[in-house]
């Protein structure tokens, strides 16, 4: 079989760049697992703010916006920034990051927002913009525009050789031997093993396990409540149905490619930390789960062709945010493999600052 492009790893990144370049090339999308979205696309916290990932990431995630509440794919939850007075200077530090964004920032007394919060939690910013994501919609209806416009979705089709003959590329897979004109990397936590395979020089795209919980608490939470996070990047919160709440120890812990799985320590660390700041009753752990979450070594996104090795493609490195970024990052990602001009959408945004030719 032959193709213009084919996409290794059918996550949000690889899912949604097959989206927007099928409709104008013949594109086959290649996964490993059994299941599209079985590594950190199924196991997000599946929020999109405008502040997380910093003022690198945020034109990418402000440039998402729109796709995502046209598509129906974002509901209202606004996000609350907590500190105690410890916290000064990174609360002073996190206003003037976006000082110069469009982001609605606001300071506020954390207690109006927070019934049962703690009163050394002096500190608060108001982020109202902050949404609900529902990533499984998003990731379905990123691989169904795919498939609808012709391109291959193939599971259980793991990348094990891809060698260039004739200026093209022979890519063989556990499902057999493909040729494509241009391969794409959008493994996750895997970019770099993708890269070696192919012979590309690896960027250094390292993965770092991230732990959730869901808890039962008493009070339950109500639908009102926004997301929580610590200003000291300890932990985050937020409501779930069900009265439930979804709560991280905000770990990063390196991690060799796998499919992780959450340790005891860090659902201990979250419930101590939720303990430290409210006065909530945790009545249960009722899931727990753990992704990998995986960056460039400046941690911004990779978006674009090798300069050492001709047709790989970089799509990797979406870190905390490849769900909140997806819809940019595959218009950019797209404009590129085509040579098309950038959509109106991401026409403001420098896709150089992304590119893999920054690391030399
Ligand atoms: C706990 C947690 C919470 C998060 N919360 C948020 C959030 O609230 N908002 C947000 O925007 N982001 C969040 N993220 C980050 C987000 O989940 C990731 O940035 C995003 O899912 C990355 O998508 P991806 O497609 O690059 O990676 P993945 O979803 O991991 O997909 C990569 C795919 O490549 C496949 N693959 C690997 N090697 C091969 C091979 N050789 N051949 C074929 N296929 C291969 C893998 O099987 C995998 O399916 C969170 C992540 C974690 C872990």
Redesign the pocket.
């Known amino acids: 079989m032959s193709y213009d492009i084919a996409i290794?790893?059918?996550?949000?990144?690889?899912a949604s760049l097959a989206a927007e370049v099928a409709p104008h090339a013949r594109v086959v999308l290649?996964?490993?697992?059994d299941q599209?979205?079985?590594?950190?696309?199924?196991?997000?916290?599946?929020?999109?703010s405008e502040t997380?990932g910093g003022a690198g990431v945020q034109p990418l995630t402000t440039a998402s916006g729109p796709a995502l509440r046209d598509g129906g794919f974002l509901e209202p939850l606004g996000s609350l920034h907590i500190g105690r007075e410890g916290d000064r200077a990174a609360y002073d530090a996190f206003l003037s990051e976006f000082a110069d964004t469009p982001i609605a920032l606001k300071a506020v007394d954390p207690h109006a927002h927070i019934a049962g919060l703690l009163p050394e939690w002096t500190l608060g910013i108001w982020e109202p913009s902050c949404a609900y994501?529902d990533v499984a919609a998003l990731h379905a209806n990123c691989l169904s525009r795919a498939r609808r416009a012709g391109a291959e979705v193939r599971t259980r089709?793991?990348?094990r050789q891809a060698e260039r003959v004739s200026g093209r590329w022979r890519i063989t897979?556990e499902d057999g031997v493909i040729e494509a004109d241009i391969l794409v990397d959008?493994?996750?936590?895997?970019a770099d093993?993708?890269a070696r395979?192919a012979g590309a020089n690896p960027i250094g795209i390292a993965a770092y396990r991230?732990?959730?919980v869901q808890l039962r608490i008493d009070p339950p939470t109500t639908p009102a409540m926004p997301h929580v996070a610590a200003i000291d990047g300890s932990f985050y919160w937020k409501p779930e149905a069900g009265g439930k709440l979804w709560l991280?120890p905000h770990d990063e812990i390196p991690t060799d490619p796998c499919d992780a799985q959450p340790e005891e320590l860090d659902v201990a660390i979250a419930i101590d930390r939720l303990e430290h700041a409210v006065d909530w009753r945790i009545m249960g752990v009722e899931r727990k789960w753990?992704?990998?979450?995986?960056f460039a070594p400046d941690r911004l996104p990779v978006y674009g062709f090798a300069a050492d090795t001709p047709g790989f493609f970089w799509f990797?490195g979406?870190?905390?945010?490849?769900?909140?970024?997806a819809p940019a990052a595959a218009m950019i990602g797209a404009s590129l493999l085509l040579g098309r001009t950038p959509d109106a959408a991401v026409a403001g945004i420098d896709a150089e600052r992304y590119a893999p030719t920054r690391f030399g």
């Open positions: 290794v790893g059918a996550g949000i990144a690889g290649l996964e490993a697992e599209a979205g079985y590594h950190a696309t199924g196991r997000s916290a599946a929020f999109w997380y994501i089709a793991a990348l897979t959008a493994a996750g936590a895997w093993e993708v395979i991230r732990t959730l991280s753990a992704g990998l979450r995986s990797a979406q870190g905390g945010f490849g769900i909140q970024t």
